[in-house]
């Protein structure tokens, strides 16, 4: 059995999700929603849930970078992930 939920979405949710995308804010119903105070976004983190899609590649490393890389422990590779985002994130700043 897949670990992987079923993602796709129906032409009906599709074409819903569009509409309310298309819609101005003041024109979306709330009403069924409880209002939210300031203390209950405290300590709120943006994007926690989100994962970007992986995609794989073959990369040559410098050997010297690749055991530095490895010494630190598992999931050498994520942490490759994490120091090129690092640097995209820097790079998308300025």
Do not use: C
Request: aromatic letters at 6%; a negative charge.
């Amino acid at each position: 059995m897949s670990k992987v939920p079923n993602t796709e979405l129906t032409l009906d949710q599709l074409q819903e999700l569009e509409a309310l995308h298309a819609m101005p804010d003041d024109e979306i119903d709330y009403s069924d929603l409880p209002p939210t105070t300031a203390g209950q976004w405290q300590g709120a983190k943006v994007g926690h849930f989100f994962h970007p899609a992986k995609e794989q590649i073959t990369l040559q490393v410098d050997a010297d970078v690749v055991a530095w890389l490895k010494a630190q422990g598992r999931d050498y590779q994520a942490r490759v992930n994490e120091l090129l985002r690092q640097v995209m994130l820097r790079e998308v700043k300025h």
